[in-house]
């Protein structure tokens, strides 16, 4: 296969889609390539819009077992690459920082716009910053790069015009905000399930404030230990050693299962740190709720007496708040992450989320 055509192929394909528009950044996509910075990966998965996971560490639990391995870099998907720089609304002569450079592919894409003296990008784990370093060379891109945890940013380097963090975060770290222009773009991912991407533009010294972007994103979180896949170095599992509460549900844990990731958002707003996921037992298959502070499992299977659905909660009664979600969601119309809003200062005690309007009664303090 001809990477130069299968790269033209796919830059008409996120054109046709929409997720392309600028003429620079097709371009881009067009001629750098990607198999260079993910050179395990058949060719024709390299140019296909799909992300292409190119580490992964095991999570550790609560009770000291090995948990499942999980994903701690890739190569995004391109299509939401390329919403990512488009949202950016990056000029030429613009100097961008980039968290999590990963595979090194997008500080290319960046480089070949920008040319190397205007990209700056920071990876956590050393021995990615060293590779990338290395594959951009090897195609003639030399961005600025470090290593280190870019929750700090790159003070050194500082005033950027744009941010644009590949790995998705809690609050947006106080350092980004003093590190970026007035007048400046942050474009970052929200962490946890809702799987939602974050415009902000900076319109005081110390705030920047924005909206959620309509498209639905899913990044690695960041992370501040390399070798831990989980964000704030957790664990999986229940989060405290308590004795599990039994019930039951009438609410089908299905409806957090079938990927409407507006009502997991809602969700993830009143339960900060939220993961979604599922176990299996001798028991049955259960839904999965937790958090730094909280997990509940809810049987997938109702039972045959009474049709509800048994629930295990542990600290903090996740499935409880469940519940009263799915309820809201209902009154306030299933709001759709267009609604959403965001107001950070440059402190992580001054960060919101709101519904609508900065002074909404829903407002959501963004976790710590
Ligand atoms: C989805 S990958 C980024 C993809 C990358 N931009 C590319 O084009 O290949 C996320 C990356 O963020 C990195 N990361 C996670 N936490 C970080 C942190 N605190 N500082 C810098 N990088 C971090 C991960 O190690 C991982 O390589």
Request: aromatic letters at 6%.
């Amino acid at each position: 296969m001809d990477w130069q055509h299968a790269a033209q192929t796919l830059a008409a394909h996120l054109a046709d889609s929409g997720e392309l528009s600028d003429p620079a950044w097709r371009r881009a996509f067009e001629q750098v390539p990607r198999h260079v910075f993910v050179p395990d990966a058949p060719l024709d998965q390299v140019y296909a819009d799909q992300a292409l996971v190119t580490q992964q560490r095991p999570a550790p639990t609560t009770t000291g077992t090995t948990g499942p391995l999980l994903p701690t870099s890739s190569s995004s998907q391109p299509g939401v690459m390329a919403t990512m720089l488009e949202r950016a609304d990056i000029r030429d002569g613009m100097r961008v920082l980039e968290i999590g450079t990963a595979t090194g592919y997008n500080a290319a894409l960046l480089t070949h716009r920008l040319g190397g003296n205007n990209v700056y990008s920071v990876e956590l784990d050393p021995t990615l910053h060293a590779t990338a370093r290395q594959r951009l060379a090897a195609t003639g891109h030399h961005p600025h790069l470090n290593a280190g945890d870019g929750t700090a940013g790159w003070s050194d380097q500082a005033p950027y015009d744009r941010i644009i963090a590949t790995c998705a975060v809690n609050h947006i770290p106080p350092a980004w905000i003093d590190q970026l222009h007035t007048g400046g773009r942050i474009v970052a991912p929200l962490a946890g399930a809702g799987c939602a991407l974050m415009i902000l533009d900076k319109t005081a010294d110390d705030e920047v404030t924005g909206r959620l972007d309509h498209q639905h994103v899913a990044f690695m979180p960041l992370r501040t230990d390399v070798g831990n896949p989980l964000a704030d170095r957790r664990s999986l599992g229940p989060a405290t050693n308590g004795i599990g509460q039994y019930g039951t549900t009438s609410l089908d844990p299905a409806v957090y299962d079938h990927a409407d990731h507006d009502l997991n958002l809602l969700l993830q707003l009143h339960l900060p740190g939220l993961s979604i996921g599922a176990m299996d037992n001798p028991r049955g298959t259960f839904l999965t709720l937790s958090t730094p502070i909280a997990y509940a499992q809810v049987a997938r299977t109702a039972t045959a007496t009474d049709g509800r659905h048994t629930t295990i909660q542990y600290d903090g009664r996740p499935w409880d708040t469940a519940e009263h979600v799915a309820e809201l969601w209902q009154r306030l119309g299933h709001p759709d992450r267009g609604r959403y809003g965001i107001s950070a200062l440059n402190r992580t005690d001054r960060q919101y989320i709101w519904l609508d309007h900065p002074d909404s009664p829903y407002a959501w303090p963004m976790p710590v």
